[in-house]
C-alpha cells in the first residue's frame, strides 16, 4: 500500500478533461511540494509537474498541477491518445524521510 | 544533452549481490544530488536512495536500508548502488534519476531525467 493515494484508473474521450488526484498526510503532501510523472507504455518515467504546479520546458500547458492541504490533483485538459500512459505523484515523506510515490494512475482515452 | 546510462543488472540469486552502475554526461555530475528509483515487474514506482552531490548525505527506503549502499565517483561521473543480501521481492527494473536542481535541498527537488533502466531480477 502505497503512502500516497491515487485512484488505480482514469478515461475520458479525445478532448475532454480529466483529474486524477494524489492523497497524502501532514508529514508528506501537507508539509512538501508535489511532482508528477508520466510514463508511455514500455518507457522510463518523465517529469510531467514539479513543484505542484510547474511545467518543464517541452510540456505542453494542457497539463497542469495543483495542491491543497495534503491532496494534490493533477489536470489533463484537451484530452489527447498520446496521453495514454500512467501518472504517478510524488512528494518528500519528512517522517520516512525519504521520497514516497502514489501506486499510479493508469489513464485511458477512450 | 544530458544522458543516464544504467548497467549491472542481471539474473542473481537470493542472498546475492549485484553492483549497478550509472554512467553520466552531459551534465557537472558533481553539483547534482542523485537517485535511484525501481519498478517491480507491473508495479508502481518506488524510490530507493538519494545521494547528496558531494556524497556526504545518504537517505534509503526501509525496504533496503541496511542491504543496500549508495555511493557516487565525481572523478568519473557515475552514480553506484551495491546491493547485497538480495531478496525476491528486489526484482525490478531500477532506474537511476537526476535531481532536476542544483543548491536546494533534495525533498523541493524533482527527478530529471532518468535513465532507461537496468533489470535485476532474483530467483533461485
Known amino acids: 500500500q502505497s503512502v500516497l493515494t491515487q485512484p488505480p484508473s482514469a478515461s475520458g474521450t479525445p478532448g475532454q478533461r480529466v483529474t486524477i488526484s494524489c492523497s497524502g498526510s501532514?508529514?508528506?503532501?501537507?508539509?512538501?511540494?508535489v511532482n508528477w510523472y508520466q510514463q508511455l507504455p514500455g518507457t522510463a518515467p518523465k517529469l510531467l509537474i514539479y513543484?505542484?504546479?510547474q511545467r518543464p520546458s517541452g510540456v505542453p500547458d494542457r497539463f497542469s498541477g495543483s495542491k491543497s492541504g495534503t491532496s494534490a490533483s493533477l489536470a489533463i485538459s484537451g484530452l489527447q491518445s498520446e496521453d495514454e500512459a500512467d501518472y504517478y505523484c510524488a512528494a518528500w515523506d519528512d517522517s520516512l524521510n525519504g521520497w514516497v510515490f502514489g501506486g499510479g494512475t493508469k489513464l485511458t482515452v477512450l | 544533452e544530458v544522458q543516464l546510462l544504467e548497467s549491472g543488472g542481471g539474473l542473481e540469486q537470493p542472498g546475492g549481490s549485484l553492483r549497478l552502475s550509472c554512467a553520466t554526461s552531459g551534465f557537472t555530475f558533481s553539483n547534482y544530488d542523485m537517485n535511484w528509483v525501481r519498478q517491480a515487474p507491473g508495479k508502481g514506482l518506488e524510490w530507493v536512495s538519494v545521494i547528496s552531490a558531494s556524497g556526504g548525505t545518504t537517505y534509503y527506503a526501509d525496504s533496503v536500508k541496511g542491504r543496500f549502499t549508495i555511493s557516487r565517483d565525481n572523478s568519473k561521473n557515475t552514480l553506484y548502488l551495491q546491493m547485497n543480501s538480495l531478496r525476491v521481492e528486489d526484482t525490478a527494473v531500477y532506474y537511476c534519476a537526476k535531481d532536476q536542481r542544483t543548491g536546494i535541498m533534495t525533498k523541493n527537488n524533482c527527478f530529471d531525467p532518468w535513465g532507461q533502466g537496468t533489470l535485476v531480477t532474483v530467483s533461485s
Open positions: 513543484s505542484n504546479n
Open positions: 501532514s508529514s508528506t503532501i501537507g508539509s512538501n511540494i
